[in-house]
Nanobody, 112 residues
Framework: VQLVESGGGLVQPGGSLRLSCAAS????????MGWYRQAPGKQRESVAF???????NYANSVKGRFTISRDNAKNTLYLQMNSLKPEDTAVYYC???????WGQGTQVTVSS
């Protein structure tokens, strides 16, 4: 499966962004999908994931601020990010966890 992220950019603290991930192929609906991020000088970390049945899980650092969702008809994964903080600055990756397929990443920078 090929994954292409979009929606990153520069936003002020407290602002919002929505990331999108377009997936190729016909099996998207059965995949567990996730978002990971990697900040400069830090290890890559899981942000959130969503199963084929819609179960979601979030890292404690984003719980209550980020929402992961999927549109199986459009083969698209989303990450709505609200109340962004400078520590959310990172490259965000879309992942098909079922097949360990990764997108190229999109940069999110939170700064005034």
């Amino acid at each position: 499966v090929q994954l292409v992220e979009s929606g990153g950019g520069l936003v002020q603290p407290g602002g919002s962004l929505r990331l999108s991930c377009a997936a190729s192929g016909s099996d998207f609906r059965v995949y567990t999908m996730g978002w990971y991020r990697q900040a400069p000088g830090k290890q890559r970390e899981s942000v959130a994931f969503i199963t084929s049945g819609g179960f979601t899980n979030y890292a404690n650092s984003v719980k209550g601020r980020f929402t992961i969702s999927r549109d199986n008809a459009k083969n698209t994964l989303y990450l709505q990010m609200n109340s962004l903080k400078p520590e959310d600055t990172a490259v965000y990756y879309c992942v098909a966890m079922t097949t360990n397929s990764w997108g190229q990443g999109t940069q999110v920078t939170v700064s005034s």
